[in-house]
Structure formats: C-alpha cells, structure tokens
C-alpha cells in the first residue's frame, strides 16, 4: 500500500514537469476508458440491482419489525398496567369482601341472638299456659269428682233412708202420717 | 189438618154441652154429643174436630178431678177435709181420685190441673238429696 502511495506522488510530480505525462501515466497504470465506464455502468446496474431488491426489502422488513417489537413492548406495559390496577382492584374487592363478610357475620350473630331469645320468651309462654290448662283441667276434674262423689252420696242416703222408712213404718203409722199430711194440705 | 179457629170454636161448644149443671163433664151428655156427630158429620175435618175436642174434654176433665195419692190408709174424713179445702180454694166442684202409691212412703199428693200439693216423705226426702248435692 505505501509502495502504491509513493508511485502516485511520484506522479504528481512528473505532471507538474509534463502535461502529457497524465496520459501516460494512466497508460503506464494500465487505465482503459471504455473498460473502466464499462466497469462504473456494471457497477451502478449491480448497485441499484442491489439497493430495489436486497436493501430496500430489508430495511422495509426491518422497520417491520422494529414496529411490531415497539408495539409488543407497548403492549407489554399497557398489559403491565392493566395488571396491576387489576391488583389493586382485586386488592379492594378483597377488603370490601371481607368488611362486608364481617358485618353479614355481626349481623347473623345478633339476629341469631334475637331470634334464640324471642324462641326462649316463646317457650315460656307455652310453658305458662300448659301448666295454667293442666291446672284448670286438674281443678274441673277435682269439681266433678267431687258432685258425683256428693251425688253418690246422697243417693246412697236418700235411698237408705227410704229403705229403713218402707222397712219401719208400721201401717198405722203410715194412716196417721197419710191423715197428717191431707190435713196440713187442707190447712195451708 | 191442623186445627183451625172455627174447629176449635165448635169443639169448645161441643165441650160447654158436655157439662152438667155444675159445670163438671157428663159423660151421658158427652156420649150424646158424639151420636150427634156422628149422625151429621161436618163436611171436612171431622178427626181434627174430635181430637180437639178430645183434648178440651181432656183439659177439662184435669181441671174439674182432683187426683189424690196416698202411701198407708187414709182416713175417710181426712179425704173429705182435703177434697173440700181444694174446692174452696179453686171454687169449683172437683171429682176426687183416689190411688194409692207406695212409693210415697208415706204421706199424700194432691193434684188439681197443673197444681200439685205433695206432702209425702218421698218429697221430703227428693229435697234433702237436692240439699246434700
């Protein structure tokens, strides 16, 4: 490479000494000029082959991509954010939840105490007017018992009573007795 | 057939020819009464014509006896006294009937119409088995 250097400052400055020494020195490195604009056509046929069906393509394809991947980080933190307020929604649906449990939970206890004392007062009661039924039906009892009890009893005098009297009176006694009773008929 | 105002206004004629001077039932004239019906009879309701005056003869006749029930003997007079205080006291000539019921025990029971005098030791004793229950 510096051999090339020196030969072309060499030259330089053989040009200086003599205008037509140019053209020698392009024979002298071999320059051909139809070939060479030959060369620079191919060149610009390849470059431009190169450029509308290898690089465009690619730098499309990979702006394509670079797109999607901006979108799927976007996407990614939009996800990100959505998550975490669904956190915090769940997090509050959770407390909420939990404060309402704890009231429905202070709520049955204290209807449930209600409803056992109001059940017990019930019971009371039912028990109050079992006894009072028992009593009064203890007492009709005992008051029937008792006028059959006394009517027994005086059927069983009335008719003893009679018994002795039909067995003991004499028939005399029974005349004057007749004749009493027609006379105290006849004086009232 | 029930018995209607002019049926009973004839079975009440027929009861007042029924009695005697003294106002008590005759049977001769009772008898007569009924040859008479059945010698005319009325054109409709001869059977309730005489059941109602079945019934007025039947009234009539508790009005007018004196139904007298005794347990033991009864004196004649005694009879006779208590005939004549019933008498005086409805005003009216009254036929004694006379039975004797031993289930009195002992004692007498007088009954004019509704009105009964009951002076018996079975009274007494239905009293004391009301007073014991």
Redesign the interface.
């Known amino acids: 490479m510096s051999g090339l250097f020196t030969h072309l400052l060499a030259a330089a400055e053989t040009v200086g000494a003599d205008g037509n020494a140019i053209s020698q020195m392009l024979h002298r490195f071999g320059v051909d000029w139809p070939f060479f604009i030959a060369q620079v056509i191919n060149f610009l046929i390849v470059g431009s082959l190169l450029y509308f069906f290898a690089v465009k393509p690619l730098s499309a394809k990979l702006q394509e991509r670079r797109d999607k991947i901006e979108d799927g980080l976007r996407y990614t933190d939009e996800m990100k954010q959505k998550l975490d307020d669904a956190q915090k929604r769940r997090d509050e649906i959770l407390k909420e939840a939990t404060i309402q449990a704890q009231d429905v939970v202070r709520q049955a206890g204290e209807q449930g105490k209600a409803v056992l004392s109001q059940q017990s007062q019930q019971a009371a009661e039912q028990a109050e007017d079992i006894l009072k039924k028992a009593r009064e039906q203890a007492d009709q009892q005992y008051e029937a018992m008792l006028k059959q009890v006394r009517q027994e009893a005086a059927d069983l005098v009335v008719q003893t009573t009679a018994q002795l009297l039909k067995r003991d009176l004499a028939s005399d006694e029974r005349g004057r007795i007749a004749d009493e009773a027609a006379k105290s008929i006849s004086r009232k | 057939m029930v018995a209607t105002p002019a049926i009973k206004a004839t079975a009440r004629r027929l009861l007042a020819l029924s009695l005697d001077e003294q106002g008590a039932v005759s049977a001769e004239r009772a008898l007569e009464v009924i040859k008479v019906l059945e010698a005319n009879p009325p054109k409709r309701g001869l059977r309730v014509l005489l059941k109602t005056y079945a019934t007025y003869l039947e009234s009539h006749l508790t009005k007018t006896q004196a139904r007298i029930e005794?347990?033991?003997?009864?004196?004649a007079a005694?009879?006779q006294?208590?005939l004549?205080?019933l008498e005086q006291r409805y005003n009216r000539k009254l036929e004694p009937v006379v039975t004797e019921n031993?289930a009195l025990?002992?004692?007498?029971r007088?009954r004019v119409g509704d009105d009964v005098?009951d002076?018996?030791?079975?009274s007494t004793?239905?009293t004391?088995?009301?007073s014991?229950?």
Do not use: K, M
Request: no cysteine; charged share 10%; aromatic share 6%.
């Open positions: 005794h347990a033991g003997n009864l004196d005694a009879l006294e208590l004549t205080s031993p025990i002992a004692g007498v007088a005098f002076n018996s030791f079975a004793l239905q004391l088995r009301q014991l229950q």
